[in-house]
């Protein structure tokens, strides 16, 4: 399958995924990384991998549904049937959405459905929870709101802080966004209304459920 990549930042997450499909554990390939930011860190890993990638300029654009059928209209030039969206900080529009229905994917570093939106390590330690994790889920017309793929739970110690949070959900999201996406690519995913079920998978046991099976 040909799998995007839309990033606007570091790229680690992109660098996860494609490492898995050049290792061959995913079959297909990352067609193209799109960013949204001419400085994006994403940038200079996609040229270490030998990955297309495109800046796609959204100050050429009058509003985010046309700069979102812009990109639409790339990736289906590009014959991309997946769009994994990797620290994208733009809010995609209905126009995407719809023209890639349960077929765009996100990942958000916290159990959601709590602290969706920014900062949600901030808001977590603040909060005092004694747990917290990231989701990969599928993307809707919310924020953070689609159904959920997969999620991944870490300990908050009474010590932790955004960043030391931060480095060790990490981790946890460079395993659990290949894992979802090889779900997709090798079709084990069934979407029914909030549900998503993966064919075959162990939701038994944390602290990942369901449970991780090639990462
Ligand atoms: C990741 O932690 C990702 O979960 C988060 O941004 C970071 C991007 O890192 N995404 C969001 O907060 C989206 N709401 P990366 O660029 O190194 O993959």
Known sequence: MRVAVLASGRGSNFE??????REGKINGEVAVLI???????AIKRAERLGVNWLF???????????????VVSILKHLGVELVCLAGYMKVVSGVFVESFRN?????????LPAFPGLRPHKKAVRYGVKVSGATVHVVDEGVDTGPIVIQVVVPVSPDETEESLSEKVLKWEHRIYPQAVKWFVDGRVRIEGRKVIVEGADYTRLPVVPALEDF
């Open 16 to 21: 996860a995924i494609a490492r898995a499909f």
């Open 35 to 41: 960013v949204d930011n001419r400085k994006a860190g």
């Open 56 to 70: 796609v300029d959204p100050c050429s654009f009058p509003s985010r549904e046309d700069y979102d059928r812009r």
């Open 103 to 111: 077929r765009i994917l996100n990942i958000h570093p916290s159990l």
